[in-house]
């Protein structure tokens, strides 16, 4: 299982206001029963098949250019760990236990 994270910037807007950009992202996500996604304040986080949170950031992509902008900018994270079963979960859970 992957775990993903992207970032979608919606360019020649004309203001530098970006969040109508990502709720109408958000929406690709709503029916979405694929994967596992956290929206965070700088970016999505995906959790899921490879091919499919791939196929998902690709709609999600498309979302700004249908919605007047210009240019967009897409950035995109993968860990995809082969060894063992991961999940974003997981990953947060490590760190804290090295915490206490």
């Known amino acids: 299982m992957?775990?993903?994270?992207a970032t979608i910037v919606?360019?020649?807007t004309g203001s530098t206001s970006v969040s109508k950009y990502v709720?109408?992202?958000h929406?690709?996500?709503k029916d979405e029963k694929r994967i596992?996604?956290?929206?965070?304040?700088?970016?999505?986080?995906?959790?899921g098949d490879l091919?499919?949170?791939?196929?998902?950031i690709r709609k999600m992509h498309e979302i700004p250019f249908?919605?007047?902008?210009?240019?967009?900018?897409?950035?995109?994270?993968?860990?995809?760990?082969?060894d063992k079963e991961a999940?974003?979960?997981q990953k947060l859970n490590s760190v804290k236990e090295k915490l206490d």
Do not use: H, W
């Not at 992957?2 to 994270?5: D, F, P």
């Not at 596992?36 to 959790?47: N, Q």
């Not at 919605?67 to 760990?81: F, H, M, P, S, Y």
């Open 2 to 5: 992957a775990i993903a994270q």
């Open 10 to 12: 919606p360019l020649g």
């Open 23 to 25: 709720a109408g992202c």
């Open 27 to 29: 929406q690709i996500l």
């Open 36 to 47: 596992k996604y956290e929206l965070t304040p700088m970016a999505t986080v995906f959790e």
């Open 51 to 56: 091919d499919v949170v791939l196929e998902v």
């Open 66 to 82: 249908k919605n007047g902008a210009e240019r967009v900018l897409t950035t995109i994270n993968i860990d995809d760990r082969r």
């Open 87 to 89: 999940s974003m979960s």
